[in-house]
């Protein structure tokens, strides 16, 4: 990669290609990228895209990106089941690569792309932005810290409006095809939160968990995991794609030695959503005031003054520094693979009815 602007290609036009878009016509115009080329086989989408960030060019076939001489890295924003053949067209290119979580729509296929991006020591980030959530980087400081004692325990719920045209109409309608999406609430959406708790707790080391196809689809709506980690906390994952839309994405309930913490997040920068409340003994609950929490944490990470909407920015602009840099991604597809280990480990407790290990995945 030249000095100056990384020369950028982008795959997938859809609803969060379209969002990292407006980030990434932000970071163009801080110097950081060149939007070149993005695909899309749907002219809509690539349209629709058009309004958020102008890329020099338009293709309809996503491997001319990855092929173009002028792309020096590429951002993978197709639906799931698209990623491991992009994936691997970019390492064996040896373009730095961004992909969507999930990786892939099973476990064996991200074993083998983590395998191959290991091995072609090409940077390869993942996209979990709720890492660059302030709230969600406070809380993970309260855990390290130990200003509440020991984390004991806690319960995370997720839940959001089923993702699919028969439910919300307009909406594309891969996510509700086991083939296209691999899974469910727990895989589509609740990777995040997968990917959170192993960053926040430590390893998982077992899990046990149910689910429920309440839509009639072929895979779950609704899903329930019990987790114990290495570090002894233990705790629960509730996830849900109903019919309800405008609900805030996520809320984390944290028990503490000292404190009982309640964290609520969405994706949207600032959204009215966001609380975070601590109770310790003897005192009511006291609620943080959350645009200093951002404020700070924007700070420390140098976006003083800044502006964006969605922290698919954030992401984004450490995927462009560690390409400019020759560094490390983070999260990278190890933290990518790690999250869907503790997918695929309730999956296969909820075929078994039994407790499963993550050790038994042979990938710690
Ligand atoms: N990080 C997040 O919070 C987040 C949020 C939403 C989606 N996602 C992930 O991003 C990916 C895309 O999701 P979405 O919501 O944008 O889906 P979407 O259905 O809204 O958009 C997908 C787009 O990809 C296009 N497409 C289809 N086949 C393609 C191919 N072979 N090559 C290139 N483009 C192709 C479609 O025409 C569509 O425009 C999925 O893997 C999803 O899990 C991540």
Redesign the pocket.
């Known amino acids: 990669v030249g000095s100056g602007p990384v020369a950028l290609g982008l795959?997938?036009?859809?609803?969060?290609?379209?969002?990292h878009a407006a980030g990434l016509q932000e970071l163009a115009e801080e110097g950081l990228c060149r939007p070149v080329v993005a695909?899309?086989?749907?002219a809509r989408?690539r349209s629709a895209l058009s309004r958020n960030c102008q890329f020099e060019r338009w293709a309809s076939e996503?491997l001319e990106v990855v092929l173009d001489p002028q792309v020096e890295a590429v951002m993978i924003?197709?639906?799931?089941w698209?990623?491991p053949q992009?994936v691997s067209a970019c390492l064996q290119a040896r373009k730095p690569v961004f992909c969507?979580?999930?990786l892939a729509t099973s476990f064996a296929d991200v074993v083998e792309l983590v395998r191959e991006a290991e091995a072609s020591g090409v940077v390869a980030q993942v996209?979990?932005?709720?890492r660059f959530h302030p709230l969600l980087n406070h809380l993970r400081s309260l855990v390290g810290s130990g200003a509440h004692g020991r984390p004991m325990a806690y319960s995370v719920r997720d839940d959001q409006f089923w993702?699919t045209g028969s439910v919300v109409p307009g909406?594309?309608s891969?996510?509700s095809s086991r083939h296209q999406?691999g899974g469910g609430a727990l895989l589509?959406h609740s990777i995040?939160s997968a990917d959170l708790l192993g960053w926040i707790f430590g390893p998982v080391r077992r899990v046990f968990g149910f689910s429920r196809n309440v839509f009639g689809f072929d895979v779950e709506d609704a899903a329930c995991v019990s987790i114990e980690h290495d570090s002894g906390v233990i705790g629960s994952l509730t996830t849900v794609f109903n019919s309800v839309q405008g609900r805030e994405e996520r809320r984390f309930e944290v028990f503490f030695e000292k404190a009982a913490v309640e964290v609520t997040t969405d994706?949207l920068v600032g959204a009215r959503e966001d609380s975070f409340s601590v109770q310790e003994p003897g005192s009511p609950p006291a609620s943080l005031d959350v645009a200093e929490l951002r404020q700070r944490f924007f700070d420390s990470i140098g976006l003083r003054g800044r502006s964006f909407a969605f922290y698919?920015y954030t992401s984004d602009r450490s995927f462009l520094e560690a390409v400019a840099a020759g560094s490390q991604a983070s999260p990278n597809f190890g933290d990518g693979l790690a999250a869907h280990a503790l997918v695929e480990a309730s999956y296969r407790s909820m075929r078994s009815g039994q407790p499963v290990v993550l050790e038994e995945l042979g990938q710690r």
Not at 11 to 19: D, E, L, N
Not at 77 to 80: I, K, Q, R, V, Y
Not at 127 to 130: K, M
């Open positions: 795959v997938g036009c859809g609803a969060i290609g379209q969002v695909a899309d086989p749907d989408a996503p924003a197709s639906p799931t698209t990623h992009l969507e979580k999930p996209g979990f932005h709720n993702p909406h594309s891969w996510r999406a589509e995040h994706f698919t």
